[in-house]
């Protein structure tokens, strides 16, 4: 990953977490260490339906 890629991803965080400020939502990393439990949980827990998530625009599409 070079510099320019790193930059965007940082501002992507950044615009994500603007959009989230004043919502319930929180990013995956914030449930992980609120919770305590594992990326891995968090994901099978959304895909089976057992928490709701939402999509939000990313760069290479839309992210959880």
Excluded: C, F, N
């Amino acid at each position: 990953m070079d510099w320019e890629d790193r930059l965007d991803a940082w501002e992507l965080e950044l615009e994500l977490s603007a959009q989230l400020e004043g919502s319930d939502w929180v990013p995956l990393g914030k449930a992980t260490a609120d919770t305590g439990a594992s990326r891995a949980a968090l994901r099978t827990w959304y895909r089976t339906g057992q928490i709701p998530s939402r999509l939000a625009d990313g760069p290479h599409g839309p992210q959880r």
